[in-house]
Every structure is written in C-alpha cells, then in structure tokens.
DNA sequence: GTCTATAGATTGATAGAC
DNA sequence: GTCTATCAATCTATAGAC
C-alpha cells in the first residue's frame, strides 16, 4: 500500500482537531500524537502545516459537495432539499453545541488570523450559498433566490453560535420550526405572483 | 499619577488585538508593541495572560451595560431600543466585515481553547439576552421575551458571521430592514392578543 | 514603575540514520 | 516511509538592576 493511507490519517486527524481546538491553537505534536506518528514523520507528507489546512479545507468542501448532492438526489422538492439543510442543526447539535459550526467558526478564525487560506474556507459558504439559490430558483424565486440563500445561512449560521454559547435543545428546535414556516410562506409568496 | 493609566493602555491595547486577531494569537509582544512598554513591566501588571483577559472581559461587560443604558435612556419605546440593537449591525459595519462580532467570535474562541473564562465571555451575550427580552416584556410579550432575544440575537450573529465572510453593505441594510419588519409584525401581534 | 536579561517550555521545520 | 536528534524562533513567565 502506497502513503495514501498515512497521509489521510493526517488530513483526517487535522480536520477534527483544527474543527474542535481551531487550527492556530492546534500544533503538529497535536496531530501526529493522534495519529501516533512522529513529528519528524509529518514533513515526508506536507512541507507546511499551511498545506495541511489546504488538504483540510479540500477534504471538507469535496465532502460538503457530496452532502449536497445527496439531498439533491434524496428528494425531487426543492423545498424538502433546504428542508434538510436547515435541519443539520438538530443532526448535529451535539457538536454545534461543544464546537460551533465547521464553517462559520474556521472562516472566522481564518479572517482574524489574516491567512492565506481564507478565500479557500469562505468556498465552503459559497458551496452552501449557491447551492441553496439553486433550490430557491427551483421554487420560482429566481430573482431573490441569493438574497434567501444568504439569509437562510445567516439564519443557520447565528442559532450555530448561540447554541455554542447557550447549548439548549429546544431552542435549537424552536429556531428550525420557525425557519421551516419561513419557508413555506417563501414559497406561498412564490406562488402569488407566479401566475403572473 | 499611579500606574492606573498604564495599566488601562494595556487592557485598552488588548481589547483591540484580541478583538483584531484573537485571544491566543495575540502575544505579550503584540500588546507591550502596541502600548510600548518592554515584556518585563507587563507581569507588574497583570500576573498572567489569563488575567488581562479577565479584564478585557470586565470593561467590556462595562461597556456593555454603558451601552444599554444608554439607549434605554435614549427613548422610553422599547421598540425603539430593540431598534438600536438591530442597529448596531450599521454602525459597525466596517469593523464587523472585518473582524466579525467581537461577542460573537471571542466566545467562539473561548469554547475552542476550552478557557475558563469563557462563561464570563458568553455573559456577554448574557446583557443583551436579558436586556433584549426585558424590552420585549414591556411590549407585551412576556411569555415569549427570552425565545423572542434569542432570535433576535441569533439573527444578528449570522448576520455579523456572513458578512465577515462576504462583506456586503446591501446584505446587512437588506437583513436590518427585514428585523425591523418582524420586530413590528411582533408589536402588531401583541397588540391583538393584548385586549384578551 | 520600568527596564534588561534570561529561564524553561513549545512552536514549526530540517537533517540524516535506518 | 518512519524514526531520532536537533535547530532557530517564539512563547509565557521570572529575577533583579535601576
């Protein structure tokens, strides 16, 4: 077997720790202690811990596409797609609630620490951002369709911080219904001026 | 004079780097720098790192409660309390594209690195939960004044998170006016259930 | 109260044996 | 491909002169 193996152990080992610590607070000796590798070892596989957070962030947006695609699959109603973006916050509630979302707090982190790399994170939103104007182009709202994108992420994305912050269950529940509704009277308003 | 002024250029020195670049990222050089001091004399100061946080953390709660004050002050309406809150998304637009909430991204941080201090940080957002609901009770609305903050401040996050990550004048003008809109569907709401 | 000098640990990164 | 040994830089923190 090549490094392949090795080499997405790191990947792997990196996307946890920089998710859960933030990837400045992280150190090699972090990652190759959860890898059980030396420190020495690293540097065969990436000249750089930059060029680990770019495997990071290619690892999660290659991942995030696939997630995509599966809702996409998954359901014929672009209304159910956003449906089950807008419930990752009870999916993943449990690691929202200790960690904050993947891509809100790394883009954040990015942006204070001024690095290189945050145009590659921000992709990670402007995954979720089209993808979402896709669906709402779907349902008829062609020319708000970003403009709900956007707002449906802010949305998602500050119930993310205050669950951090405050973890509480119904809240999050709460917050999901209530941008459920949001949605159906989207697509009721859609619906109105439709025939015209 | 006693080191009164010295000490408070340190904090005042620290409040601005750890809001620009993070907690962790900012060293005892970056502070001793930016106000001009040498290493040595900060540890006449402040024992550790850990207590300049501290008081980062208590002016800014001062600040805080300055704030809200003020604007209570400003106008016996809640409405139009709530209304600065939502505001503040406009006065600070420039330093939010940048640099994000400072509530919002230091209580991030602090939950990352695990920090002590990190519930005296999500105090923060503690004044302006209990504040935005006490505004929300002298509406009318007080069984659902906290569920009613947390929206509010939930919008607001993602609103400061987005617009760090796509800075966007018409987005933050767009999603204002939309608080401002369900702030007033909510009064409108009160006012029926109200006569009961 | 402020400074210089320095300790002791940890950081990212390199060199070279196996 | 993995290791040990090590470097130079940086970090928090301390000691002691002025």
């Given at each position: 077997?090549?490094?392949k193996?090795?080499r997405?152990?790191?990947?792997?080992?990196?996307?946890r720790?920089?998710?859960?610590h933030?990837?400045?607070?992280?150190?090699?000796?972090d990652?190759?202690?959860?890898v059980?590798?030396?420190r020495?070892?690293f540097?065969?596989h990436f000249?750089?811990?930059d060029?680990?957070?770019?495997?990071?962030?290619?690892?999660?947006?290659a991942?995030t596409?696939a997630?995509?695609?599966?809702w996409?699959?998954?359901?014929?109603d672009?209304?159910?797609?956003?449906?089950s973006?807008?419930?990752?916050?009870?999916?993943?509630e449990?690691k929202?609630s200790k960690y904050?979302?993947?891509?809100?707090?790394?883009?954040?982190?990015?942006a204070?620490?001024?690095?290189?790399?945050?145009?590659?994170?921000?992709?990670?939103?402007?995954?979720?951002?089209t993808w979402?104007?896709?669906?709402?182009a779907?349902?008829?709202?062609?020319?708000?369709?970003?403009?709900?994108?956007?707002h449906?992420?802010?949305?998602s994305?500050?119930?993310?911080?205050?669950?951090?912050?405050?973890?509480d269950?119904?809240?999050?529940?709460h917050?999901?219904?209530q941008?459920c509704?949001w949605?159906?009277?989207c697509?009721?308003?859609?619906?109105?001026?439709g025939?015209k």
């Open positions: 077997m090549s490094d193996s090795t997405a152990q790191i990947v792997d080992a990196a996307d720790l920089f998710y859960r933030g990837f400045d607070h992280t150190s090699f000796a990652i190759a202690g959860a059980k590798i030396s020495g070892n540097y065969h000249k750089a811990k060029d680990i957070l770019d495997s990071v962030i290619e690892t999660r947006l991942n596409r997630m995509l695609d599966g996409e699959n998954a359901s014929d672009p209304a159910e797609r956003i449906r973006f807008i419930n990752i916050l009870i999916m993943n449990d929202i904050g979302c993947p891509v809100g707090t790394l883009s954040s982190e990015l204070k620490l001024n690095h290189a790399a945050r145009t590659d994170a921000n992709g990670l939103f402007t995954l979720f951002r979402l104007a896709r669906q709402f779907l349902l008829g709202l062609k020319d708000d369709a970003d403009r709900l994108a956007m449906l992420l802010a949305r994305q500050g119930v993310a911080t205050l669950t951090n912050a405050f973890p269950p119904a809240f999050v529940r917050e999901v219904e941008m509704d949605l159906d009277r697509i009721a308003g859609a619906k109105h001026t025939g």
